[in-house]
C-alpha cells in the first residue's frame, strides 16, 4: 500500500477555525501565522489555554477534510 502524496500547497485555514495538529492529533483554534524561519501556525485549545506553534504543513480541517485541494 502507498502513501498519499503531500497537497500540492499547504491547507490554509481561515482565523477561528478548528484544525487538528497532525503531529499530535490535538485539535485547536487557528490564532495566524508564526514567525519562524519556516511556515508555522499557533494554534489554541478550543476552550482556551496556552497556544502553540506547529508547522503549517502539520494542519489539516478538524473534521478530516480537504476542501478545494
Given at each position: 500500500?502507498?502513501?498519499?502524496?503531500?497537497?500540492?500547497?499547504?491547507?490554509?485555514?481561515?482565523?477561528?477555525?478548528?484544525?487538528?495538529?497532525?503531529?499530535?492529533?490535538?485539535?485547536?483554534?487557528?490564532?495566524?501565522?508564526?514567525?519562524?524561519?519556516?511556515?508555522?501556525?499557533?494554534?489554541?485549545?478550543p476552550r482556551?489555554?496556552?497556544?502553540?506553534?506547529?508547522a503549517?504543513?502539520?494542519?489539516?480541517?478538524?473534521?478530516?477534510?480537504?476542501?478545494?485541494?
Amino acid at each position: 500500500m502507498s502513501a498519499c502524496p503531500p497537497p500540492a500547497r499547504p491547507y490554509a485555514p481561515q482565523l477561528g477555525e478548528l484544525v487538528r495538529d497532525l503531529t499530535t492529533g490535538r485539535v485547536g483554534t487557528y490564532m495566524g501565522p508564526g514567525y519562524e524561519k519556516r511556515p508555522t501556525v499557533y494554534l489554541r485549545p478550543p476552550r482556551g489555554g496556552c497556544e502553540w506553534e506547529v508547522a503549517a504543513s502539520d494542519i489539516e480541517p478538524a473534521d478530516g477534510s480537504r476542501a478545494g485541494q
